[in-house]
């Protein structure tokens, strides 16, 4: 194993326990994705036709919404006690901890998720069972681009008092083409189109986005935590 990934998997480690042991970020983000998928069930008919055609942005909507409330906190756990000067000073690539950092944040994104998607299943009368592979694959994909640039705006805003407010108001757009590509490629899937022809098209555009962003962020993580 190499110094480089030995680095990441610690960092990781480190914040999934940190992360466990208090569970705030997860009690939240999970929270709030459960009360308003409930909220909505009874908002909407989960058996009308407008349903089935809102339920791919239904749910990236909580998705998106829920990640900033964990992501706010992936730098900020470090402020107290000077540990993020602390990581910055260790023998290890800058680049190493903003990947652990991802991966912590990707795997708690992915648990609140898949719950939330277990029960967005139990409480609108979707069927979905058929195609929950190509599913999870578009979680995976949209995940993972929600996380990069949300952990990339989390080093940015560590200082800024009102942290809370501009993470979001700085990530949001760029996440744009992601959510856009992510909500028309699950509603399809959710109203049994199985992937090809067109969604492969968004399928390509999730997939560009995710391995650009990734780039971008590990070639300038430097310069955004370091100065």
Known sequence: MTPFLRATITIAAKDLRSEFRTKEAFNASLSFSVVILVLFSFAFDPTSEQMQSISGGLLWLV??????LSLNRSFARELQNDCLDALVCAPVPVAAIFL???????LLLICV?????AVFALFYDTHFSQQLGPILLVIALGTWGMTVIGTTFSALTVNLRMREVMLPTLVYPLLVPALMAAMTLTTDLMNGMPLGGDNLLWLRVLTGFDFI??????VFIDIVVVG
């Open 113 to 117: 998720e898949i719950t939330a998607l």
């Open 63 to 68: 998705f998106s919404f829920a990640s900033a």
């Open 100 to 106: 652990g950092k991802a991966l912590a944040n990707y």
């Open 213 to 218: 962003y990734t780039l971008l962020a590990m």
